[in-house]
């Protein structure tokens, strides 16, 4: 029998990753317009892909996660892109293909001294899919 489930203050277990890795967080549920009901959908493929190569890269600094919907379901494939303490960074647009260019953006975003995702060498999937992005929650006592 399962224990009750953890207080929403909690902080989450640990999974490996240090507690300031930037996550890939890959929607699962995507499916493109006119997709039939097959599954594994889309974005669980393409969830898929991204945490095999996180895997393969080993980098402690980067991880992904799977999630059910990002609210960008007219768009998708969807996946956000969090790091601690910085903005977060959705995208749309993306194929099953795209998890090479998600771990590539989150190893960019992860070395940025400005805690931005930079422009310049982002890979284009990431530039022309580039749904929103959301200022940390640090930010907002700064905000008018
Ligand atoms: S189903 Fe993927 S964003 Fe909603």
Do not use: H, Q
Request: charged share 20%; with cysteine.
């Amino acid at each position: 029998m399962a224990g009750p489930n953890p207080s929403p203050t909690e902080p989450p277990a640990p999974r490996g990753e240090p507690m300031d890795a930037v996550t890939v967080l890959v929607c699962s549920s995507c499916r493109r317009e006119g997709d039939g009901p097959e599954t594994p959908r889309p974005g669980s493929r393409l969830a898929d892909a991204a945490g095999a190569l996180a895997g393969a890269l080993a980098d402690p600094g980067v991880a992904v996660r799977r999630v059910a919907c990002l609210g960008n379901c007219s768009r998708g494939l969807s996946a956000a892109v969090y790091r601690p303490g910085c903005w977060t960074y959705v995208f749309g647009g993306l194929d099953e293909a795209s998890g090479g260019d998600l771990l590539a953006g989150a190893r960019l975003f992860a070395a940025a001294a400005d805690g931005f995702m930079p422009w310049r060498g982002r890979p284009e999937a990431l530039k022309r899919g580039l749904i929103a992005r959301v200022p940390p929650i640090d930010l907002l006592k700064d905000l008018p």
